[in-house]
């Protein structure tokens, strides 16, 4: 590893880019341009002792020996400091030991030479969240991790080892008492992160490839970093309204007949639900942008007989495009020069679902255009979404070589370079189409990404199973995507792999009925999960779980608005909005909806009841209407139906009538559920003439659709309540643009 001249520079007030002067050449994926306040100064130029380089209104940061870099607060707290120390040995493998490892059969992560490696001190009892969307709980302190986009579909737990996931998210959030900061290694390289696994005493990260360029993000809360870092790598703008629906899916429904009786079923067991997703059976022999005349005869009729129902068609998308002459897609890369290449310039072969396959080179703009283009045939036949999968990429014929060549827009690049972002750009170029083909919100999903793909598309977390363990890090793994800036996530309810029972699938669909993206997905050869399979029991739960979901829709669509303003995730762990409370800061089994919801589901086989934390307030029992103090455990009985739902008193929820999908006409009537925040102050205020306790809630509207609301096409209502009555409910409007005005508003006191 050779030592680097690194420099530094205020990109504002809370957020640093320290970084070697070859970063400078670098295109990054993920930050947009960077309006820097100040020079950069050269750390070596300052001399021995701690000496202040620099200083903003919020940092000051010091240097040590012309290299190890100190950051303070400017009350002169310390917040992250470079290790200064000996570096204890990785104890890695031998090559004799992975031979042996090998020749057994095992799949070894092995770590690549890094190019270099920066180590940083932990200077008390740090947590570190983040990471995308790797695996086990929400502090990621103590064990190491790889960023490497893999299609790895063995059960994924966190142990130790480096654990490559689907993405690639190499930003983190450090969580001390008297601190907290993130940092964004913007490298799109093999990329490693040791929190503390290697020594207790410092945590480290480093790349196989690149040049050291990182990011160091302050603020006073986790939502400010997490607004810092959003900042540099952008927000997910508004979805489409109905893309927050319930959503069913299964590889594969294989033809028009399965998929008219599909939404028959969905229609008879009253079950909401406003897509059905078509996997890789729908291709003509899985040639992507193609459909099977023979499946498939006439999709365009499908799609308007669902869209009666109020049911629209997702597609998958799989980059591998069929090596076949004659196959137009495949014909036009090749005489275009739009695929990836072998270091002697041939194009690149592996095999995915159609077998022998080539990789569109998404790094060139001219590809994304054409790629991007390809939507068109598919929304011209009433498909309204893509779900792009397999973007690692996924390779059935060993990995692709590192030195596969991208020839983007004349900068050549090797595959060890691109792997970690082709997912994302993938999800550029289908953003782009899909947004010039239909002029409405692109409705994208991806299963790979890198920094920044928020932007673009929404994302689950791949083949997970129909384990209980799988649904228990369900919750922290969408938590930390959410603080990795991926907002609008979700995981295969009822596990993709493997056979749910009845009870997993309750339990999964309980858990998840606040996710954004809230899909019930199951491999072929599983047992089939959807709502009905099961029993009446089974059948009654999901649809009192995805009914649910549907009645705080108006919430979702708050938050989501929200997030495309500050980059807050919708799912929360509790220490975002409680973080001078460590109860939470390891609270893995409990989430918080924007900062009024509290959920807290059952994810044991088994289990009738639960403990469930109540940060400080009081918080109302939402089923049962309970009023309890917090800052202390509870025990809550939870019956197979029951998933513990709790309400912040002091909160206005947004909620909308029972419907069967969200179509414009049924969105025309608000139901504002307000929890007064002191049930006995109310009265006694009432009876005595006075105002309670005022609470106040900012509420958005547009047409759910498209861009119009950039125009100033949006409603922007305020709403105040006080005292018990809904005659103490007042409203008005701070943006009018928006004509499809609420109709009725009312209010329900709880
Ligand atoms: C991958 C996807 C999965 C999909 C399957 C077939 O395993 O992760 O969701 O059903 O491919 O397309």
């Given at each position: 590893?050779?030592?680097?001249?690194?420099?530094?520079?205020?990109?504002?007030?809370?957020?640093?880019?320290?970084?070697s002067?070859?970063?400078?050449?670098?295109?990054?994926?993920?930050?947009?341009?960077?309006?820097?306040?100040s020079?950069?100064?050269?750390?070596?130029e300052?001399?021995?002792?701690?000496?202040?380089?620099?200083?903003t209104?919020?940092?000051?940061?010091?240097v040590?020996?012309?290299?190890f870099?100190?950051?303070?607060?400017?009350?002169?707290?310390?917040?992250c400091?470079d290790?200064?120390?000996e570096?204890?040995?990785?104890?890695?493998?031998?090559?004799?030991?992975?031979?042996?490892l090998?020749?057994e059969?095992?799949?070894?992560?092995?770590?690549?030479?890094?190019?270099?490696?920066?180590?940083?001190?932990?200077?008390?009892?740090e947590v570190?969240?983040?990471?995308?969307d790797?695996?086990?709980?929400?502090?990621?302190?103590?064990?190491?991790?790889?960023?490497?986009?893999?299609?790895?579909?063995?059960?994924h737990?966190?142990?130790?080892?480096?654990?490559?996931?689907?993405k690639?998210?190499?930003f983190?959030?450090?969580l001390?008492?008297?601190?907290?900061y993130?940092?964004?290694?913007?490298?799109?390289?093999r990329?490693?992160?040791?929190?503390g696994?290697?020594?207790?005493?410092y945590?480290?990260?480093?790349?196989?490839?690149?040049?050291?360029?990182?990011?160091?993000?302050?603020?006073?809360?986790i939502?400010?970093v997490i607004?810092?870092y959003t900042?540099?790598t952008?927000?997910?703008?508004?979805p489409?309204l109905?893309?927050l629906?319930?959503?069913?899916s299964?590889?594969s429904?294989g033809?028009s007949e399965?998929?008219?009786?599909?939404?028959?079923?969905?229609?008879?067991?009253e079950?909401?639900?406003?897509?059905?997703?078509l996997?890789?059976?729908?291709?003509?022999?899985?040639?992507?942008?193609?459909?099977?005349?023979e499946?498939?005869?006439d999709l365009?009729?499908?799609?308007s007989?669902?869209a009666?129902?109020?049911?629209?068609?997702?597609?998958?998308?799989d980059?591998?495009?069929?090596?076949?002459?004659g196959?137009?897609?495949?014909?036009?890369?090749?005489e275009?020069?739009?695929?990836?290449k072998?270091?002697e310039?041939?194009?690149?072969?592996n095999?995915?679902?159609?077998?022998?396959?080539?990789y569109?080179?998404?790094?060139?703009?001219?590809?994304?255009?054409?790629?991007g283009?390809?939507?068109?045939?598919?929304?011209?036949?009433?498909?309204q979404?893509?779900?792009?999968?397999?973007?690692?990429?996924a390779s059935f014929?060993?990995?692709?070589?590192?030195?596969?060549?991208f020839?983007g827009?004349?900068t050549?690049?090797?595959?060890e370079?691109?792997?970690?972002?082709?997912?994302?750009?993938?999800?550029?170029?289908?953003?782009?189409?899909l947004?010039?083909?239909?002029?409405?919100?692109?409705?994208?999903?991806?299963?790979?990404?890198?920094?920044?793909?928020?932007?673009y598309?929404t994302?689950?977390?791949?083949?997970?199973?129909?384990l209980?363990?799988?649904?228990?890090?369900?919750?922290?793994?969408?938590?930390?995507l959410?603080?990795?800036?991926?907002?609008?996530?979700?995981?295969?309810?009822?596990?993709?792999g493997?056979?749910?029972t009845?009870?997993?699938?309750?339990r999964?669909?309980?858990?998840s009925?606040?996710?954004?993206?809230?899909?019930?997905?199951?491999?072929?050869?599983?047992?089939?999960?959807?709502?009905?399979?099961?029993?009446?029991?089974t059948?009654?739960?999901?649809r009192?779980?995805?009914?649910?979901?549907?009645?705080?829709l108006?919430?979702l669509?708050?938050?989501?608005y929200e997030?495309s303003?500050?980059?807050?995730?919708?799912?929360?762990?509790?220490a975002?909005?409680?973080?001078?409370?460590?109860?939470?800061?390891e609270?893995?089994?409990?989430?918080l909806?924007?900062s009024?919801?509290?959920?807290?589901?059952?994810?044991?086989?088994?289990?009738?009841?639960?403990m469930?934390?109540?940060?400080e307030?009081t918080?109302?029992?939402y089923w049962?209407g309970?009023?309890?103090?917090?800052?202390r455990y509870?025990?809550?009985?939870?019956p197979?139906?029951?998933?513990?739902?709790?309400?912040?008193a002091?909160?206005?929820?947004?909620?909308?009538?029972?419907?069967?999908?969200?179509?414009?006409?049924?969105m025309?009537?608000?139901?504002?559920?307000?929890?007064?925040?002191?049930r006995?102050?109310?009265?006694?205020n009432?009876?005595?003439?006075?105002?309670?306790?005022?609470?106040?809630?900012?509420?958005?509207?547009?047409?759910?659709?498209?861009?119009?609301?950039?125009?100033?096409?949006?409603?922007?209502?305020?709403?105040?309540?006080?005292?018990?009555?809904?005659?103490?409910?007042?409203?008005s409007?701070i943006?009018?643009?928006?004509?499809?005005?609420?109709q009725t508003?009312?209010?329900?006191?709880?």
């Amino acid at each position: 590893m050779k030592e680097e001249q690194l420099y530094i520079q205020a990109v504002n007030d809370q957020i640093l880019r320290i970084f070697s002067k070859d970063a400078l050449q670098k295109q990054s994926f993920a930050v947009g341009d960077i309006q820097a306040l100040s020079e950069a100064i050269p750390l070596s130029e300052v001399g021995a002792a701690k000496e202040k380089i620099l200083e903003t209104r919020k940092l000051s940061v010091k240097v040590a020996g012309g290299r190890f870099l100190s950051v303070f607060d400017r009350e002169g707290t310390l917040l992250c400091e470079d290790w200064d120390g000996e570096r204890q040995e990785t104890q890695a493998l031998s090559e004799t030991e992975l031979e042996q490892l090998r020749a057994e059969g095992h799949a070894v992560d092995e770590m690549a030479a890094q190019a270099f490696s920066v180590v940083k001190r932990f200077v008390g009892d740090e947590v570190v969240y983040g990471l995308g969307d790797k695996t086990g709980f929400l502090n990621k302190r103590g064990y190491q991790y790889m960023m490497w986009n893999s299609d790895n579909p063995d059960p994924h737990v966190e142990n130790g080892t480096f654990k490559a996931m689907y993405k690639s998210i190499p930003f983190f959030i450090v969580l001390r008492e008297d601190a907290v900061y993130g940092i964004f290694l913007d490298n799109t390289y093999r990329s490693y992160f040791d929190m503390g696994y290697e020594d207790t005493r410092y945590y480290s990260f480093g790349a196989a490839g690149g040049v050291p360029d990182y990011y160091f993000i302050g603020g006073d809360t986790i939502a400010e970093v997490i607004y810092g870092y959003t900042e540099l790598t952008g927000r997910a703008p508004l979805p489409q309204l109905w893309t927050l629906g319930y959503h069913q899916s299964r590889w594969s429904y294989g033809s028009s007949e399965e998929v008219r009786s599909l939404a028959e079923k969905l229609r008879k067991y009253e079950i909401p639900c406003d897509a059905i997703h078509l996997d890789i059976d729908y291709m003509d022999h899985f040639k992507v942008f193609t459909v099977s005349g023979e499946a498939f005869p006439d999709l365009t009729g499908l799609g308007s007989e669902l869209a009666k129902q109020g049911i629209r068609l997702v597609s998958i998308i799989d980059p591998g495009t069929k090596a076949e002459a004659g196959y137009s897609l495949y014909d036009t890369g090749i005489e275009k020069e739009y695929f990836a290449k072998t270091k002697e310039g041939e194009v690149y072969h592996n095999a995915v679902w159609p077998g022998d396959s080539v990789y569109p080179d998404y790094t060139s703009a001219a590809v994304r255009q054409w790629w991007g283009d390809q939507a068109e045939l598919l929304t011209s036949q009433g498909i309204q979404g893509i779900w792009n999968d397999m973007n690692e990429p996924a390779s059935f014929q060993g990995p692709l070589p590192d030195d596969v060549l991208f020839y983007g827009d004349g900068t050549v690049r090797r595959h060890e370079e691109v792997h970690n972002v082709y997912g994302h750009l993938m999800a550029q170029a289908t953003y782009e189409g899909l947004k010039r083909a239909t002029g409405k919100r692109p409705f994208v999903i991806t299963r790979a990404c890198y920094s920044g793909s928020q932007k673009y598309t929404t994302a689950w977390t791949g083949d997970n199973q129909s384990l209980w363990t799988h649904l228990q890090m369900s919750i922290p793994q969408l938590l930390n995507l959410g603080m990795s800036g991926m907002p609008l996530v979700g995981t295969d309810i009822g596990g993709f792999g493997a056979n749910a029972t009845p009870e997993l699938l309750c339990r999964w669909v309980e858990a998840s009925c606040f996710a954004p993206l809230f899909r019930n997905h199951s491999a072929k050869f599983t047992r089939r999960q959807e709502p009905w399979q099961f029993d009446q029991r089974t059948l009654y739960i999901n649809r009192k779980y995805i009914a649910l979901h549907y009645h705080f829709l108006p919430y979702l669509y708050d938050l989501c608005y929200e997030e495309s303003l500050t980059g807050m995730p919708v799912l929360r762990p509790l220490a975002m909005h409680y973080q001078n409370d460590k109860n939470t800061w390891e609270c893995n089994d409990e989430y918080l909806v924007g900062s009024q919801i509290l959920a807290a589901p059952v994810t044991s086989q088994g289990a009738k009841a639960r403990m469930v934390y109540l940060p400080e307030g009081t918080w109302v029992d939402y089923w049962s209407g309970e009023r309890i103090p917090g800052s202390r455990y509870i025990l809550r009985e939870a019956p197979l139906e029951v998933c513990p739902i709790y309400v912040r008193a002091g909160s206005i929820l947004p909620a909308m009538e029972p419907v069967l999908s969200i179509q414009p006409e049924n969105m025309k009537k608000l139901i504002l559920e307000f929890y007064p925040a002191d049930r006995q102050m109310g009265k006694e205020n009432e009876l005595a003439g006075k105002k309670g306790q005022e609470v106040r809630y900012i509420h958005y509207q547009d047409n759910g659709t498209d861009f119009a609301y950039q125009d100033g096409e949006y409603n922007l209502y305020e709403f105040r309540f006080s005292g018990e009555r809904s005659s103490g409910l007042s409203v008005s409007m701070i943006h009018e643009g928006y004509e499809g005005k609420y109709q009725t508003i009312e209010a329900v006191i709880r």
